[in-house]
T-cell receptor
C-alpha cells in the first residue's frame, strides 16, 4: 500500500463549481500535512498546510482527520486558473516529504 | 528574494555516462532535499541534508546515486553509469529547518533524459 494515496482524477468541472479532493495516509507517525499545487512541467508549490482544526485560505479549505488518517481539500467557486495537479503531502518525523501521485483538476469555461 | 536554483535545466546523456546535477538552496536554509519525478509518477524522496548532520540517504534507489553538500549550501547529486530508467525530473528543495513543519521550497528541476 502506498504511504499517501489520492484519486488521480481527472476532475473536470465548470467554472464556479465546488470540488473536493481526498487523500489517505498510512503512517500514523506522520507529523505534518500539506497540499501542494503543481502546474504542468513546473515545480510543486505549497498551497496550504493542513491542521486538525481545519484551515481556510480564501476559496480553499483543508481538513485533517488524524483518527481516520484522512486529508481533504475543498475548492469553492473554481476558477480557470485553479487547473493544476493537487498533491497531498505528508511529512515524516525525519523531515522528508512523501507525496501522493496527485489529483488532476481541469476547470472549464 | 532568490529562490532555489538548479542547473542544468535540461540534460541529455548517453546510457553509461555519469551526470552531475547542481542545487543552490535559498540562502540561510539549513535543510536541503533531493526528489525525483518520473513521467506519470509522484515525487520520490532521494536524500536529505540537515545542517552538519549525516545525510538521510534512505531514498537513494541504488549505489549509482550519491550526493554531497559543500559548506552547508550548494549540493550536487551525482548519478554514475546512467540507465534509461534514471530519466526523470530531479527536484531540489530547501527549508529553514528539517523538522517542525517548515515549508519546503522547490527549485525548477533538472530534466534528465538518458538515451
Amino acid at each position: 500500500r502506498k504511504e499517501v494515496e489520492q484519486d488521480p482524477g481527472p476532475f473536470n468541472v465548470p467554472e464556479g463549481a465546488t470540488v473536493a479532493f481526498n487523500c489517505t495516509y498510512s503512517n500514523s507517525a506522520s507529523q505534518s500535512f500539506f497540499w501542494y499545487r503543481q502546474d504542468c512541467r513546473k515545480e510543486p508549490k505549497l498551497l496550504m498546510s493542513v491542521y486538525s482544526s481545519g484551515n481556510e485560505d480564501g476559496r480553499f479549505t483543508a481538513q485533517l482527520n488524524r483518527a481516520s488518517q484522512y486529508i481533504s481539500l475543498l475548492i469553492r467557486d473554481s476558477k480557470l486558473s485553479d487547473s493544476a495537479t493537487y498533491l497531498c503531502v505528508v511529512k515524516r518525523s525525519q523531515g522528508n516529504l512523501i507525496f501522493g501521485k496527485g489529483t488532476k483538476l481541469s476547470v472549464k469555461p | 528574494g532568490a529562490g532555489v536554483s538548479q542547473s542544468p535545466s535540461n540534460k541529455v546523456t548517453e546510457k553509461g555516462k555519469d551526470v552531475e546535477l547542481r542545487c543552490d538552496p535559498i540562502s540561510g536554509h539549513t535543510a536541503l532535499y533531493w526528489y525525483r519525478q518520473s513521467l506519470g509518477q509522484g515525487l520520490e524522496f532521494l536524500i536529505y541534508f540537515q545542517g552538519n548532520s549525516a545525510p538521510d540517504k534512505s531514498g537513494l534507489p541504488s549505489d549509482r546515486f550519491s550526493a554531497e553538500r559543500t559548506g552547508g549550501s550548494v549540493s550536487t547529486l551525482t548519478i554514475q553509469r546512467t540507465q534509461q530508467e534514471d530519466s526523470a525530473v530531479y527536484l531540489c528543495a530547501s527549508s529553514l529547518a528539517g523538522t517542525g513543519g517548515k515549508t519546503q521550497y522547490f527549485g525548477p528541476g533538472t530534466r534528465l533524459l538518458v538515451l
